[in-house]
């Protein structure tokens, strides 16, 4: 080699070294920095949420009272007519006049532990691996049987009807309990004009086949993150992915417009959420053992709890945590590159509130109040218990559980569950499916026994 090429070689080398060229590697943790929110009132915000027409076409109450039974529970101490409507769906009126029962976010934001209802508890006992198609063609004739298909009644379900036929086959799960919602977006607005938001009865998206698994976060979380979503994708106006249910059924950018005034008030209502407390005794002394150990091992990535709290809002890079990559690399991927575009170009991102969608790969690392509460684990929901989270090796590969609140291991913290050899049907938690795999946050298997029932005994006090 002659002396200039050598030298030229070397200082390329050197450059490319130094300026981070080489280092093809993601940063293992990224800060993510505060978005602005609008103000709203917390009051308000919760009518809206449980009676607000923000789901605006849906199933005739006159019919829906005859096939549908009463709930006398009214858990969310509703008024009139309302106080008998099951607590996933509002009352609410079509624009001509109409009375309809339409689906509200409790659908996937709210369950039961130990037959207590939990307003914000993710949902993680639906069942999305049924195709829903079946039940719309019935409602369909049902609806047009009463009434005709020139009646108001069929005029306000219409459009929901339109969206559910959209929906009914592309956001089937694997199994029981995990949740679709990213896949159920991206249908819709695969079915909706980015600009003018109005229908489109065929859709023009290119989309995966597949639905990758989500487990649905608690709300009382929100408070403290900067940003949405496991992913942490969510980011700008937070009220602009809260209103993504009215993709179902918005007629145009005037109807999401007034939406959209609603929507600071919910987010607002949202913030006021606490965590619930664990409800039994707790071994002060254990506990104090436990937090010492988390301090340590676990609050660079989920914060301190107490007296001067801090959170660090972190997104951790695939190569660090090491949990299931497939959510994260469906928006890095170019999986959704059809998706993130139309987000890109739409209403959603107008005006002086826009939202703002930014991928960077990785999990958000969540905080961990009410952590005792919210099982399963993970963001595909595919570990059971904190105990087997952090003791990977622990983890069963197949698990079922009996889909009943009061089956909850109070001790060990989450779902009681039978592990199993093989899968039997969809109750059953298959972790070698594509996106449903339980691998990775190793960050607890290096604890004694007696130190992880340590730090599972403080956990149960945040
Ligand atoms: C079909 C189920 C479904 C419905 C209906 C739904 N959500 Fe969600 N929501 C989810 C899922 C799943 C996630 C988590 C997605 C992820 O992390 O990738 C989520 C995330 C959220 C978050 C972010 C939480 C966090 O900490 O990152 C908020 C807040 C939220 N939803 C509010 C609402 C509101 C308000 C409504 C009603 C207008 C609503 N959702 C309707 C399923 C749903
Ligand atoms: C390097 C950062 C990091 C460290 C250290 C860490 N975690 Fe995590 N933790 C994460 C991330 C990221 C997730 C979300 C991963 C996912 O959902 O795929 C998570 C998820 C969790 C969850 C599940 C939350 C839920 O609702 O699904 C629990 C519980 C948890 N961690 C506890 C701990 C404990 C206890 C320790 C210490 C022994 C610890 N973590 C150490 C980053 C970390």
């Given at each position: 080699m002659n002396k200039k090429l050598l030298f030229t070689?070397?200082?390329?080398?050197?450059?490319?070294?130094?300026?981070?060229?080489?280092?093809?590697?993601?940063?293992?943790?990224?800060?993510?920095?505060?978005?602005?929110?609008?103000?709203?009132?917390?009051?308000?915000?919760?009518?809206?949420?449980?009676?607000?027409?923000?789901?605006?076409?849906?199933?005739?109450?006159n019919l829906a009272s005859v096939f549908m039974p009463k709930d006398s529970s009214n858990v969310l101490n509703r008024e009139g007519d309302s106080a008998f409507?099951?607590?996933?769906?509002?009352?609410?009126?079509?624009?001509?006049?109409?009375?309809?029962?339409?689906?509200?976010?409790?659908?996937?934001?709210?369950?039961k532990i130990n037959g207590e209802?939990?307003?914000?508890?993710?949902?993680?006992?639906?069942?999305?691996?049924?195709?829903?198609?079946?039940?719309?063609?019935?409602?369909?004739?049902?609806?047009?049987?009463?009434?005709?298909?020139?009646?108001?009644?069929?005029?306000?379900?219409?459009?929901?009807?339109?969206?559910?036929?959209?929906?009914?086959?592309?956001?089937?799960?694997?199994?029981?309990?995990?949740?679709?919602?990213?896949?159920?977006?991206?249908?819709?607005?695969?079915?909706r004009n980015p600009v003018s938001l109005e229908w489109i009865k065929k859709s023009k998206l290119e989309l995966p086949k597949e639905t990758i698994p989500t487990d649905v976060p608690a709300w009382w979380l929100l408070k403290k993150k900067n940003a949405m979503f496991s992913t942490g994708i969510g980011r700008g106006d937070f009220s602009r992915f809260l209103m993504a249910s009215s993709l179902l059924t918005f007629k145009d950018t005037t109807e999401a417009a007034e939406i959209d005034r609603h929507f600071p008030d919910v987010l607002a209502w949202i913030n006021t959420l606490e965590s619930p407390k664990y409800p039994r005794s707790i071994d002060e002394e254990l506990a104090l053992k436990g937090r010492k150990l988390f301090d340590l091992n676990c609050s660079t990535c989920h914060g301190t709890y107490g007296d001067n709290e801090k959170y660090p809002n972190?997104?951790?890079?695939?190569?660090?945590?090491?949990?299931?990559?497939?959510?994260?690399?469906?928006?890095?991927?170019?999986?959704?590159?059809?998706?993130?575009e139309w987000y890109d170009k739409s209403w959603f991102t107008t005006g002086s509130?826009?939202?703002?969608?930014?991928?960077?790969?990785?999990?958000?690392?969540?905080?961990?109040?009410?952590?005792?509460?919210?099982?399963?684990?993970?963001?595909?929901?595919?570990?059971?218990?904190?105990?087997?989270?952090?003791?990977?090796?622990?983890?069963?590969?197949?698990?079922?559980?009996?889909?009943?609140?009061?089956?909850?291991?109070?001790?060990?913290?989450?779902?009681?569950?039978?592990?199993?050899?093989?899968?039997?049907n969809s109750k059953t938690y298959d972790t070698t499916i594509s996106g449903y795999s339980n691998t990775g946050h190793t960050f607890g298997d290096d604890l004694e026994d007696s130190e992880r029932m340590a730090v599972i005994e403080y956990l149960k006090t945040l």
């Open positions: 070689s070397i200082a390329l080398i050197i450059s490319v070294l130094t300026s981070g060229f080489l280092s093809t590697k993601e940063p293992k943790r990224i800060e993510i920095p505060i978005s602005r929110q609008r103000s709203g009132d917390p009051d308000k915000g919760f009518k809206y949420l449980i009676n607000g027409d923000y789901v605006s076409s849906g199933i005739p109450y409507v099951s607590p996933t769906f509002n009352l609410v009126k079509h624009a001509n006049g109409t009375r309809i029962l339409a689906p509200n976010c409790l659908t996937c934001h709210s369950d209802f939990i307003v914000g508890l993710g949902n993680n006992s639906f069942d999305y691996t049924i195709n829903t198609q079946g039940l719309t063609t019935m409602l369909d004739q049902f609806i047009k049987n009463r009434y005709s298909v020139e009646s108001k009644e069929y005029e306000s379900f219409e459009q929901f009807k339109m969206a559910s036929d959209a929906l009914s086959n592309k956001i089937k799960t694997k199994v029981r309990g995990v949740n679709p919602a990213d896949k159920l977006t991206a249908v819709l607005v695969a079915h972190l997104l951790i890079s695939l190569e660090e945590v090491g949990t299931d990559p497939a959510l994260s690399n469906a928006y890095t991927g170019g999986m959704y590159a059809d998706f993130l509130t826009p939202g703002k969608v930014k991928v960077e790969g990785g999990y958000i690392a969540p905080p961990l109040d009410g952590v005792w509460a919210t099982a399963p684990y993970l963001h595909n929901g595919s570990v059971p218990t904190i105990d087997v989270l952090l003791n990977s090796k622990s983890r069963p590969e197949y698990w079922a559980r009996s889909f009943n609140s009061n089956d909850y291991d109070m001790v060990n913290i989450g779902w009681l569950y039978e592990a199993l050899d093989t899968t039997q």
